[in-house]
């Protein structure tokens, strides 16, 4: 769909799963084939809160949703510590500098080894303003596989703005549906 259509298709969507749906297939378009949305409304300075309680949305398939959500490698993934304290869209390119400057953790590492093996190589994340303290929503938009960082960057120089406006408006809508 064209932007228009999207967004009046968003706003009028009566279900998270249409609306998901949709975004999974608008994202594509763009090149972000994997997607990992979260948001919770629990959060203090030391936790996201309950994981029972967080709204978790994913077209990424089973294994992958175990080893990173299930098993909590999420807990040390350098692009959720980047969304928890910021908001916009960052490009994953910083995971690579982390890399390469060799600054992260051990577990951050793994994290980084898991999506490696997982084919999560390139993509951007999308940290969502927030209306207090205690909410925190994020978008983890993958690329396809085989694209490089630099592909996803020219990409996101193109349409960037356009990618983090549909976003935030289905993250806007997502909230009050059942």
Same mark, same amino acid.
């Given at each position: 769909?064209?932007?228009?259509?999207?967004?009046?298709?968003?706003?009028?969507?009566?279900?998270?799963e249409?609306?998901?749906?949709?975004h999974?297939?608008?994202?594509?378009?763009?090149?972000?084939?994997?997607?990992?949305?979260?948001n919770?409304?629990?959060?203090?300075?030391?936790?996201?809160?309950?994981?029972?309680?967080?709204?978790?949305?994913?077209?990424?398939?089973?294994?992958?949703?175990?080893?990173?959500?299930?098993?909590? @490698?999420?807990?040390? #993934?350098? &692009?959720?510590?980047?969304?928890?304290?910021?908001?916009? *869209?960052?490009?994953?390119?910083? =995971? %690579?500098?982390?890399?390469?400057?060799?600054?992260?953790?051990?577990?951050?590492?793994?994290?980084?080894e898991?999506?490696?093996?997982?084919?999560?190589?390139?993509?951007?994340?999308?940290?969502?303003?927030s209306?207090?303290?205690?909410?925190?929503?994020?978008?983890? @938009?993958?690329?396809? #596989?085989? &694209?490089?960082?630099?592909?996803?960057?020219?990409?996101? *120089?193109?349409?960037?703005?356009? =990618? %983090?406006?549909?976003?935030?408006?289905?993250?806007?809508?997502?909230?009050?549906?059942?």
């Open positions: 769909m064209n932007l228009t259509d999207y967004l009046h298709f968003v706003t009028r969507a009566g279900s998270l249409e609306l998901w749906a949709a999974v297939e608008q994202m594509a378009g763009y090149g972000f084939d994997r997607l990992i949305y979260g919770t409304v629990y959060r203090t300075p030391t936790s996201l809160g309950d994981p029972d309680d967080f709204i978790i949305l994913s077209n990424h398939g089973k294994e992958y949703l175990d080893g990173f959500l299930h098993s909590g @490698l999420y807990h040390h #993934a350098p &692009m959720l510590h980047w969304a928890l304290n910021n908001e916009g *869209a960052a490009s994953w390119r910083m =995971i %690579e500098q982390m890399r390469d400057s060799r600054t992260m953790t051990g577990n951050e590492r793994k994290v980084y898991f999506n490696q093996r997982m084919g999560m190589k390139a993509g951007y994340t999308v940290s969502f303003r209306v207090s303290f205690r909410s925190k929503g994020a978008i983890s @938009l993958a690329a396809r #596989a085989g &694209m490089s960082q630099d592909q996803v960057d020219a990409i996101w *120089a193109r349409m960037g703005p356009d =990618i %983090e406006l549909l976003t935030n408006v289905a993250q806007l809508k997502t909230m009050p549906l059942p």
